[in-house]
C-alpha cells in the first residue's frame, strides 16, 4: 500500500515523514474512531479501519543524508484505512 | 554539613515562573468546571494522584510473567490486555495495548512521532526525553545511533523495528530475559526489568553476581 499525501487542515496523526512512502500491512488492529473529527468534538464516526503498516527504513529515508541502519530495519507505523492507497505497480 | 548560619546556603525563594497561553487556559477551563460543579478541586487533585502513583513496576511484573510462563507470553502476544487481566490488573480504562518481543535476531523501539503516546498504565509517568523532539525526530530516523547514545549497540545482522504509536494503540516491549537468570523467583526477575527496557531503548539489567 502507498500512504496519500496530504495536508488536510486540521488534526490528522499521518506524518508527513511517511506519506507517499511504500509500505506492506503487518497486521488489521480493527475500527477505531477517526480522530480527524473526534478532534473537534465530532462523534469519530464512521470508525476508520487501523492498521500497522510496515515500511523498510531503506525507502523511508532513500533520498535524505546516509544515516546508519541495516538493510533489514523496518519502521512500523499505525495508519487510519483512509489514508491508504494501492500502491503503484513496479 | 548543612550550615545555616552561611549567608547563601540557600538560595532565595522566587515565584513561578509567569504561566503559559496553556496553563492559562487549562486553569481556566479547570476552574470552569468546579464553578459550574461538574468536578470538584479533590477530584482533580485525585487525578493528578492517580497518575503519579503509577509506575513501570506494573509493566515490570507482567514482563516477568511473560518470562517465566511461555503460555503466558503467548497470550500476552496475542492479546496483550486480556492476558494481564488474567493477573489481576483492572485494564478496564486502557488503551488497545500490543506487546511485542525482543528476540536475538529482532530488536523493538517505541515512539510517538506526533506527541507523546506511552503506555502509561504499565509504565507511569513518560520520561522526559521520550518527549523531547531530539528523540522523537531521531528514533525514526536514525534508530541506531540513538540507541548507541542509550549505551546499547546491536549487531548489524539485528532487524531493529521502530514503532511509531501514531494511533489507538499502546506498544509495550518485552526485552530479552538475561542470561544466568534461570533459577531467579518471578519476583527478582521483575527487578531487572526497567522502564526503559520496556520502551526498547535498552536491555532488561543483568542479574548481579
Not at chain 2, 485494564?91 to 495495548?97: G, K, M, P, R
Amino acid at each position: 500500500m502507498r500512504i496519500r499525501v496530504a495536508t488536510p487542515s486540521g488534526h490528522y496523526r499521518t506524518p508527513t515523514y511517511i506519506q507517499g512512502k511504500v509500505g506492506v500491512i503487518e497486521a488489521v488492529h480493527g475500527a477505531f474512531r477517526n480522530p480527524e473529527t473526534l478532534a473537534y468534538g465530532g462523534d469519530g464516526r464512521p470508525k476508520q479501519t487501523l492498521y500497522l503498516v510496515r515500511f523498510d527504513q531503506t525507502h523511508i529515508w532513500a533520498h535524505a543524508e546516509p544515516v546508519p541502519f541495516c538493510q533489514n530495519d523496518r519502521l512500523l507505523i499505525d495508519i487510519y484505512e483512509h489514508w491508504l492507497e494501492p500502491a503503484p505497480e513496479e | 554539613m548543612h550550615d545555616h548560619d552561611a549567608p547563601d546556603s540557600h538560595l532565595p525563594l522566587e515565584a513561578d515562573a509567569e504561566l503559559t497561553y496553556y496553563e492559562q487556559r487549562v486553569e481556566a477551563i479547570q476552574a470552569l468546571l468546579i464553578e459550574k460543579g461538574l468536578l470538584s478541586a479533590d477530584d482533580v487533585r485525585r487525578a493528578v494522584e492517580d497518575m503519579d502513583a503509577r509506575s513501570p513496576a506494573v509493566g515490570a511484573r507482567v514482563i516477568a510473567r511473560a518470562w517465566v510462563d511461555p503460555h503466558f507470553k503467548q497470550h500476552l502476544l496475542a492479546d496483550a490486555k486480556a492476558a494481564i487481566a488474567t493477573l489481576g490488573i483492572d485494564v478496564d480504562t486502557w488503551s488497545t495495548l500490543v506487546a511485542v518481543e525482543n528476540t536475538p535476531t529482532i530488536h523493538n523501539v517505541v515512539v510517538c512521532t506526533l506527541c507523546s503516546c506511552y503506555p502509561r498504565s504499565l509504565l507511569g509517568v513518560p520520561p522526559d526525553w521520550y518527549k523531547s523532539l531530539n528523540y522523537r525526530a531521531r528514533v525514526v530516523k536514525e534508530p541506531r545511533t540513538v540507541l548507541e547514545e542509550f549505551g546499547l549497540e546491536l549487531a548489524p545482522d539485528i532487524e531493529v523495528r521502530v514503532y511509531d504509536s501514531t494511533a489507538d494503540m499502546r506498544y509495550l516491549v518485552i526485552p530479552q530475559r538475561p542470561a544466568g537468570t534461570e533459577g531467579m523467583s518471578e519476583g527478582a526477575l521483575a527487578e531487572l526489568v526497567t522502564r526503559d527496557s520496556m520502551i526498547g531503548v535498552t536491555q532488561a539489567q543483568e542479574p548481579s553476581p
